[in-house]
């Protein structure tokens, strides 16, 4: 489906853990098959799902982006730990980077939901993750998973269903 009503539409979301996000995963899921899934805001589902399971597996491949000026990796450093606790700021663009953001070319929704759960088990997993984040450096790995949450209940907040809570 595509985006109908504006994005003042979001929902809120809370997902505390990986269990949490496959949960969600497989609600949007059903919500998709049975016709019912709308994305609010001028993204498509599967360009959503897409675009964050690509930052998931930047981790592992490499981040398409160079890392900012020093003063802003201190920055964002230093806001981390409440990004982490809190929630992803919406409407940031990365400079100089084609659309804001890397990650949102057009992608069909089966292959978005199944790139998110590859991710999914990527973070599970006992293989670590090769690169650093551009913006905040060297993370744990459990700070990496609350990172990839927040970001996860970011961008799908612009996507509602019937029962979504929102």
């Known amino acids: 489906m595509s985006s109908s009503p504006p994005s003042t539409d ?15 995963l497989d609600r949007i ?12 805001g001028s993204w498509t ?14 981790g592992w491949e490499g981040y398409p982006i160079n890392p900012p000026p020093r003063f802003v990796r201190w920055f964002l450093r230093w806001r981390l730990p409440k990004m ?3 929630s992803m700021p919406s409407g940031v663009r990365i400079p100089g980077v084609e659309g804001g953001t890397t ?22 997993g006992d293989d670590p993750a090769k690169f650093h984040s551009p913006a905040f450096g060297e993370m744990s790995m459990a700070d990496r998973i609350e990172l990839n949450l927040r970001h996860a209940e ?13």
């Open 103 to 124: 990650g949102i070319e057009p992608v069909e929704f089966g292959q978005g939901l199944s790139e998110m759960r590859r991710g999914i088990q990527r973070m599970r």
């Open 29 to 40: 899921e059903s919500a998709e098959q049975a016709g019912q899934l709308v994305a609010v």
């Open 10 to 24: 979001r929902r809120t979301l809370q997902l505390a853990d990986l269990d949490a996000l496959s949960v969600e």
């Open 154 to 166: 970011l961008h799908f907040s612009f996507l509602r269903y019937p029962g979504d809570g929102g």
């Open 45 to 58: 589902p599967g360009q959503i799902l897409g675009h964050v399971a690509a930052w998931i597996h930047y």
């Open 84 to 86: 982490l606790k809190g």
